[in-house]
């Protein structure tokens, strides 16, 4: 059975340009989280998504959004980039509320 | 607001010896923990987790154990190898919206 899958891999853009990262949650799976793991720290929350619905945000800027669709996959997006936007994003999906959550290898975002 | 383990600590250990990886945790309505792994430029991988009606938990080679009164949680890795060099973090979960926090994480280093 595949895991969270996340694309793309590597992504490099211009300051100011927008980035969109999609995921793939575990088959059966209804419940996406992204997570930002800058370099050095740990992982911050951003969104969490379930049943398409957005049910919880971190304390990011609105720039940073996000959709769940109906096959529960999602994407977000970062308007605007900045700088120390550059990080790994990690999603992970969990099988409802207060499951473990399983995460995806993550997609390296580099602003320059 | 909530934080757990918010250092990176680093724990070098021999090949063969047991490791044992702390965190504390602040949230005492916490109820469900998770440890995982990241080895470098991947996402975090499942370990094992632990509720709160228990004390301790074993897996293959890892036990977790959970002191609510002074809320730490704790990962032993028996018979430490080589593989398990990584980033170790602890999660916790708490509250319906899924809330779940985690720290930067301890960094293992296994020598050989």
Known sequence: EAGVTQSPTHLIKTRGQQATLRCSPISGHTSVYWYQQALGLGLQFLLWYDEGEERNRGNFPPRFSGRQFPNYSSELNVNALELEDSALYLCASSLGRRNTIYFGEGSWLTVV | ?112
């Open chain 2, 1 to 112: 607001g909530e934080s757990v383990g918010l250092h990176l600590p680093t724990l070098s250990v021999q090949e063969g010896d047991n490791s044992i990886i702390n965190c504390a945790y602040s949230n005492s309505a916490s109820d469900y923990f998770i440890w995982y792994k990241q080895e470098s430029g991947k996402g975090p991988q499942f370990i094992i987790d632990i509720r709160s009606n228990m004390d301790k938990r074993q897996g293959q080679r890892v036990t977790v154990l959970l002191n609510k009164t002074v809320k730490h949680l704790s990962l032993q890795i028996a018979a430490t190898q080589p593989g398990d060099s990584a980033v170790y973090f602890c999660a916790e979960n708490s509250g319906g919206y899924q809330k779940v926090t985690f720290g930067i994480g301890t960094k293992l280093q296994v020598i050989p």
